[in-house]
């Protein structure tokens, strides 16, 4: 059963417009929530991530919303650009542990136009 | 200069092959997974190691094997390969009291 669900699994988006992604999950005993991009051909590389004690946290163009209550997590992307075409993955660990278990969603195909 | 290694980055082999993937970090850390995605590009991780020891072991068939010769490098040895073993395995490794998990370029494997 899958412990992320995340949508949409694609999402086209013209340059310079806004880019949401969104992730819900359901084990409260999650602590920590990263965001992967990963490009064609390589490996996944951390954006970004969050804990539940803050409700949003930004960095540069890049911006996530928590909401505990709801289980849910959104990627916002602003001023999208060609180079932000990848595919995203939110995550989620539990345990408390820094090796602790990642659980993936199902991943978001992103395009941006130029 | 490369933070993760893998080889190979592509394995093509016949059913019912034993093939090895190998991993090396040079990032000077403690714990190392490996993951798998499939086709879908849904990424599920199957073993994880923390200084050399076996921590998290989800729910693999027993033809797949790491090993973890130091904490540098963790290979991950796979009997009898089927078809639905065919998916991009990734090494990924992090420190102990950091929460970044460092990902490899993958190696690619295709059973016919």
Not at chain 1, 94 to 114: A, N, R
Request: charged share 20%; glycine share 8%.
């Amino acid at each position: 059963q899958q412990q992320v669900k995340q949508s949409p699994q694609s999402l086209i988006v013209q340059k310079g417009g806004i880019s949401i992604i969104n992730c819900a999950y359901e084990n409260t005993a999650f602590d920590y929530f990263p965001w992967y991009q990963q490009f064609p051909g390589k490996g996944p590389a951390l954006l970004i991530a969050i804990r539940p004690d803050v409700s949003e946290k930004k960095e540069g163009r890049f911006t996530i919303s928590f909401n505990k209550s709801a289980k849910q997590f959104s990627l916002h992307i602003m001023d999208s650009q060609p180079g932000d075409s990848a595919t995203y993955f939110c995550a989620a660990r539990e345990d408390g542990t820094s090796y602790g278990k990642l659980t993936f969603g199902q991943g978001t195909i992103l395009t941006v136009h130029p | 200069d490369t933070a993760v290694s893998q080889t190979p980055k592509y394995l093509v082999t016949q059913m019912g092959n034993d093939k090895s993937i190998k991993c090396e970090q040079n990032l000077g850390h403690d714990t190392m997974y490996w993951y798998k995605q499939d086709s879908k590009k849904f990424l599920k991780i199957m073993f994880s190691y923390n200084n050399k020891e076996l921590i998290i072991n989800e729910t693999v068939p027993n033809r797949f094997s790491p090993k973890s010769p130091d904490k540098a490098h963790l290979n991950l040895h796979i009997n009898s390969l089927e078809l639905g073993d065919s998916a991009v395995y990734f090494c990924a490794s992090s420190l102990s009291g950091s929460d970044t998990q460092y990902f490899g370029p993958g190696t690619r494997l295709t059973v016919l």
